[in-house]
């Protein structure tokens, strides 16, 4: 798919930004300064036309183009270096009459902030390349159709911090692909393509909220007293 020649030359400019700035006094990261965090993610996504029309026509229904997804975060931070997976699901599965549609997918994001560490508040631009499945049932008695499709992720948070606890507003862009399904011939989708990539991308707006983990120097620290 034409979007693979786009994440490709991404993913390789952030594996050698992530080297350079893990890299200090010729060692990699410092094992005692990382922390692992968790978070909980929920915003309202508004999908492309061309996407919408590809669940409208799979379906025969007439679908909003505006949805809420739900997401869950497992990552590390080294410093203001932040990698994580971003497990994205549908909490509330859109249906008209017998009909659905539902998606889920990952993605590895990569994220810097721009404050330092454990500033009150912060601002984090991240990106990541993903993978998204795209589910579609045209009434109670067929099974689901599926279409994989690649994804590219680009966000930005706004955070108040708080201790290992913190809350953050964050808005983006989401560029996804999907390949149109086999089943949607001229027949049953009349003037829409059962082949090539379709634009399924999303602008969306949530809150977050966070919990990160004490690093090894801290965990010390905190012995001590």
Same mark, same amino acid.
């Given at each position: 798919?034409?979007?693979?020649?786009k994440i *490709?030359?991404?993913a390789l400019l952030? #594996?050698? *930004?992530?080297q #350079?700035? %893990?890299?200090a006094?010729g060692?990699?990261?410092?094992?005692d /300064?990382?922390r692992?965090?968790l978070?909980?993610k929920g915003?309202? &996504? @508004?999908m492309k036309?061309?996407?919408?029309k590809?669940?409208?026509?799979?379906t025969g229904?007439?679908?909003s183009?505006i949805?809420v997804?739900g997401h869950?975060?497992?990552?590390a931070? +080294?410093l203001q270096l932040?990698?994580w997976?971003?497990?994205? %699901?549908?909490p509330?599965?859109?249906?008209?009459?017998d009909?659905?549609w539902? @998606?889920?997918?990952i993605?590895w994001?990569?994220?810097?902030?721009?404050? +330092?560490?454990?500033?009150?508040?912060?601002?984090?631009?991240s990106i990541?390349?993903g993978?998204?499945?795209?589910?579609?049932r045209a009434?109670n008695?067929?099974?689901?159709? @599926? @279409?994989?499709g690649?994804?590219?992720?680009l966000e930005l948070? /706004? &955070? /108040?911090?708080?201790?290992?606890?913190?809350?953050?507003?964050?808005?983006g862009?989401?560029?996804?692909?999907h390949y149109?399904w086999?089943?949607?011939?001229?027949?049953?989708a009349s003037?829409?393509?059962?082949r090539g990539?379709?634009? #399924?991308? &999303?602008a969306f707006?949530?809150l977050? /909220?966070?919990?990160?983990m *004490?690093n090894? %120097?801290?965990r &010390?620290?905190?012995?001590?007293?």
């Amino acid at each position: 798919m034409r979007i693979f020649t786009k994440i *490709l030359p991404t993913a390789l400019l952030i #594996a050698f *930004l992530a080297q #350079a700035s %893990f890299a200090a006094n010729g060692n990699i990261y410092d094992r005692d /300064l990382v922390r692992g965090f968790l978070g909980l993610k929920g915003d309202f &996504r @508004s999908m492309k036309s061309d996407g919408v029309k590809l669940i409208n026509s799979a379906t025969g229904k007439s679908y909003s183009k505006i949805y809420v997804d739900g997401h869950v975060e497992i990552g590390a931070e +080294h410093l203001q270096l932040r990698t994580w997976f971003d497990i994205d %699901f549908m909490p509330i599965t859109p249906e008209r009459g017998d009909t659905e549609w539902f @998606s889920y997918g990952i993605t590895w994001m990569w994220g810097y902030k721009l404050l +330092h560490q454990n500033s009150i508040f912060n601002i984090i631009p991240s990106i990541g390349p993903g993978v998204e499945l795209m589910n579609t049932r045209a009434s109670n008695n067929t099974e689901l159709a @599926s @279409s994989f499709g690649p994804t590219l992720n680009l966000e930005l948070e /706004l &955070r /108040l911090q708080g201790g290992q606890f913190s809350a953050g507003i964050y808005g983006g862009y989401k560029v996804v692909r999907h390949y149109g399904w086999d089943d949607l011939s001229a027949d049953n989708a009349s003037g829409w393509p059962s082949r090539g990539d379709v634009n #399924a991308d &999303r602008a969306f707006v949530g809150l977050k /909220l966070s919990w990160t983990m *004490l690093n090894n %120097f801290q965990r &010390r620290e905190k012995d001590l007293f």
